[in-house]
C-alpha cells in the first residue's frame, strides 16, 4: 500500500506530531516557531483542506497556524480559533466556564485525528527526483489533486458520525471534513520521498448544527481502499500529463504485482532501497525469535510460520527499531542535484540513461499503447474482482470495501494510466455482488444492517476453482531433508494429495548460509490462485448471456494480460516443437491471434486449455516433488504424528494487536 494510517492523540502523539512530523521529520528546536522551523527544514508550510473549513472560519490552501493545530488537535478537539472565541467572550462579560465551552466542537475527545501518509509509487518519485523542473511540477500537482480525490471520497462515502447508546447510529457528515497537510521530500535515509501527512481532524458537523466524532475506526477498514484509489488517480495524472503507460511489476512472488511507469530502470528502485534492505536484515532477525519463542514449559509460544498479519507488525517493529536520525535540512533544489549525482555514482545505471528518464519513459508508453487496449467490461471485470477476493480474503468471507479495493487495483491494471470514467469502481462491485456474490449477513445491531458492513460470499466453492488454501505445517527434522543447495523441491504439505496440498522449490542457498539453515517458513500467499479462480470462472460463462449479449472474454483477456503480449516473442513456424518441451502456461501466439477477435467462445475454448496445462503441471511437479522428499527421508525413523487438539491451536496462534492493546489502542 502507499497509503498508511494512525491515530493521532491529544497527548504524545499530538507533541510528537507537532515536534517532528510538522517540520519535515526532523527535530524542532526548542523556543521555535513553527514557521521558522519548517523554513530552517527545507518543508513548506502546512496547508488547509476539506470541505468544511469555511464552516470554522477557514480557507482551502490557507497557512496552517501552530495555535490552530494546538486548539483542534492538542486540545481534544476545539475550535481553530479557540483562543480568540474565548476571549471575546470574556471580554463580553459571560464566565469563563461558558467562555471555554463556546470554543468547544462538540464533547472532548483523546482520539482528535488520524494521519494518513500518502506516497506515490517509486517510479513516479524517482522521475519527480531525477527529471527537469517541469515533470516535477507536473508530478507534485498530481500527486495534490490525488490527495483531494481520496479526501472527497472519504466526505462522501467513509466518514461517519455515530450517535445514541454504545453509538450504534451513524450519519454522513454534511459539511465535509477538516484536515492539514504537510508536505516532505525525502525519507529517513535522505534518499527520495515525496509523501505528505494529511491529518485528519475527527470532528464533523450534525444537521442540525451540533459537533460529533468521526469513527476512526471506519478509516482503517477503508485504507486499502483509499491506497488504491490514490494510486490510481495520481498514475493517470502523471500519465495523461507527460504521455506515458504504466505496467505490472511482482516486488514479491505470489502477491498482486504494482503497477509502476513503464521505461523507469527498476535498478533506480534499489538504488533508493538503502532503507529498506536495513528493514529487511532487521526483520529477518526477528522473524527467527518469533518462530523460537518458547514459553516457561519450554513449548513454542507461536507457530512454527510467519502469518502475513504477524509480518506486518514484526516489519513495523524493525522499522522502528532501525530508524535513522534524520539528515542535515537541504532546499528541494540542492535535494534534487544530489540525488542526481548519487544515482549517477552508485545506482550502476548509466548517466546517459538517467538524463533521459523522460524520454526513455514516452518511448515505452507508445509503444504499450500500440499494442494494448484500454478495454473494461463490467461483467467480465466483476468475475476477476469477485474471484480474488473470495480466494484472497480467509474463508471465503468479505464485505463490499474489499470488492472495491480489488476493483480500484483492476481497473489501474486494465488502463495502464488511463483516465477512467467517474463511477466505474462502483459499478463493477454492484455487479460483483448481484451476480457473483451471495448476502451471508446475520444483522444483530444496527451497525449490522448498514450496507457497508454486509457480508458477503461467492456462489461458487473453492472445490470449483483451485484448491483451498492449507494452515503451515511444522518444519521437519533438518537432518532428514536434502540440503537446501541440491535443488530438490520439497512438498510443503508432504501427507496431502499432489492437487491439494500447496508446495514449494527449496530456494539456492543464499551466500554466508550454512547447511542445515532453513529459510523460515511463511503461510502461502494465494493471489496467483485467485487469478486462476477468475480464469476458471470465466470458463464457466460459455453460454451465459448478459442483457442479450455474449461476453466479450477476448477483449477482456487481451486487456487485463497484456504483459504477455508485449514481452512474449512468438515462435517461428518453421521451429519444430519436441514432445518432452514443457509447453507454456499461456500460448502468447494464441492470446495473439484471439487479440482481435471477438468471438467469446473462442476465448473460452482458450482459457479452458490453458487451466487444463496448468492443472497438469501443478500435479506432475507435486507428485514429483513428494516422490523426492520421500527418498531423503525414511519413514521408519519419522516420530509419530501427535494429534493436534484445538487447545493448541489456540496456544500457538500468534499474539495480535486489538483494539486494546498496541498502536491503534483506544481508536
Not at 163 to 178: A, S
Amino acid at each position: 500500500m502507499t497509503v498508511d494510517i494512525r491515530v493521532v492523540r491529544a497527548g504524545q502523539m499530538y507533541r510528537y506530531f507537532l515536534r517532528q512530523t510538522a517540520v519535515g521529520d526532523g527535530r524542532r528546536p526548542a523556543r521555535t516557531r513553527l514557521r521558522e522551523a519548517q523554513e530552517r527544514a527545507g518543508v513548506p508550510a502546512g496547508r488547509w483542506m476539506g470541505r468544511g473549513l469555511a464552516v470554522l472560519g477557514l480557507a482551502p490552501g490557507e497557512e496552517v497556524t501552530e495555535a490552530q493545530l494546538r486548539n483542534l488537535f492538542g486540545e481534544r478537539g476545539r475550535h481553530p480559533y479557540a483562543d480568540r472565541i474565548e476571549a471575546d467572550r470574556l471580554a463580553k462579560g459571560e464566565s469563563p466556564k461558558k467562555a471555554f465551552k463556546a470554543g468547544a466542537l462538540g464533547r472532548r475527545v483523546m482520539v482528535t485525528g488520524v494521519d494518513f501518509v500518502f506516497r506515490p509509487q517509486p517510479t513516479i518519485y524517482l522521475l519527480w527526483a531525477l527529471g527537469d523542473e517541469e515533470t516535477r511540477r507536473v508530478i507534485e500537482a498530481a500527486h495534490e489533486r490525488a490527495i483531494e480525490r481520496v479526501l472527497q471520497w472519504i466526505e462522501d462515502e467513509v466518514a461517519v458520525i455515530r450517535y445514541g447508546k454504545d453509538g450504534i447510529y451513524k450519519v454522513r457528515p454534511p459539511g465535509g471534513l477538516v484536515a492539514a497537510r504537510f508536505r516532505h521530500y525525502e525519507a529517513r535515509s535522505g534518499m527520495p520521498l515525496l509523501h505528505d501527512h494529511l491529518l485528519l481532524s475527527v470532528k464533523g458537523q450534525r444537521l442540525d448544527g451540533t459537533w460529533g466524532s468521526i469513527h476512526s475506526e471506519v478509516m482503517f477498514e477503508n485504507t486499502v481502499a483509499a491506497s488504491s484509489l490514490y494510486n490510481e488517480i495520481v498514475a493517470a495524472e502523471v500519465c495523461e500529463a507527460l504521455g506515458l503507460a504504466t505496467q505490472p511489476r511482482t516486488v514479491t512472488a505470489g502477491r498482486r504485482p504494482v503497477m509502476e511507469i513503464a521505461g523507469v530502470p527498476h535498478e533506480l528502485i534499489g538504488w533508493t532501497a538503502m532503507r529498506g534492505e536495513q528493514i529487511a536484515a532487521c526483520l529477518t532477525e526477528l522473524e527467527t525469535e518469533y518462530v523460537t519463542a518458547v514459553d516457561d514449559d519450554g513449548e513454542l509460544k507461536y507457530l512454527p510460520a510467519v502469518s502475513e498479519r504477524a509480518r506486518v507488525e514484526l516489519m513495523r517493529m524493525a522499522a522502528h527499531k532501525t530508524r535513522p536520525p534524520k539528515p542535515k535540512a537541504r532546499s528541494l533544489a540542492q535535494l534534487r542535484a544530489d540525488w542526481k549525482q548519487c544515482a549517477i555514482a552508485t545506482s550502476k545505471v548509466a548517466a546517459d540513461v538517467i538524463n533521459s528518464l523522460l524520454e526513455r519513459a514516452r518511448a515505452a508508453a507508445a509503444a504499450i499503447r500500440a499494442r494494448v487496449a484500454a478495454i473494461v467490461d463490467v461483467a467480465l471485470a466483476a468475475v476477476d474482482v469477485a474471484a480474488v477476493v473470495f480466494v484472497m480474503n480467509g474463508g471465503g468471507r468479505f464485505h463490499r470495501r474489499h470488492l472495491l479495493a480489488e476493483a480500484r487495483r483492476h481497473l489501474a491494471l486494465v488502463l495502464r494510466g488511463r483516465r477512467r470514467e467517474p463511477g466505474l469502481d462502483e459499478d463493477i462491485v454492484r455487479a460483483a455482488i448481484s451476480t457473483y456474490c451471495l448476502d451471508i449477513s446475520e444483522p444483530k445491531t444496527v451497525r449490522g444492517l448498514l450496507s457497508d458492513y454486509r457480508l458477503y460470499t461467492a456462489r461458487w466453492a473453492l472445490s470449483d476453482l483451485v484448491s483451498a488454501r492449507r494452515p503451515p505445517t511444522p518444519v521437519p527434522d533438518p537432518g532428514r531433508l536434502p540440503p537446501a543447495d541440491s535443488g530438490v523441491p520439497v512438498l510443503a504439505n508432504s501427507d496431502a494429495p499432489a492437487d491439494q496440498g500447496s508446495f514449494s522449490l527449496a530456494a539456492p542457498r543464499p551466500p554466508g548460509q550454512g547447511a542445515g539453515e532453513w529459510e523460515i517458513p511463511r503461510v502461502p500467499l494465494s493471489y496467483d490462485r485467485a487469478v486462476l479462480a477468475g480464469a476458471a470462472v470465466r470458463g464457466k460463462l460459455r453460454t451465459t448471456v448478459v442483457r442479450g449479449q455474449a461476453y466479450d472474454v477476448a477483449a477482456h483477456q487481451q486487456a487485463a494480460m497484456p504483459e504477455l503480449l508485449i514481452a512474449g516473442q512468438d515462435p517461428g513456424p518453421d521451429r519444430p516443437e519436441p514432445e518432452d518441451e514443457p509447453q507454456p502456461a499461456f500460448d502468447v501466439a494464441a492470446l495473439r491471434v484471439l487479440k482481435a477477435s471477438r468471438t467469446d467462445v473462442e476465448a473460452l475454448d482458450f482459457t479452458a486449455e490453458q487451466l487444463r496445462r496448468l492443472t497438469d503441471a501443478f500435479t506432475k511437479a507435486g507428485d514429483g516433488a513428494r516422490t523426492r522428499t520421500k527418498k531423503f527421508a525414511d519413514p521408519e525413523d519419522a516420530p509419530a504424528p501427535n494429534p493436534v487438539r484445538e487447545d493448541d491451536q489456540r496456544a500457538h496462534r500468534p499474539q495480535q494487536p486489538d483494539r486494546h492493546h498496541g498502536p491503534g489502542a483506544g481508536r
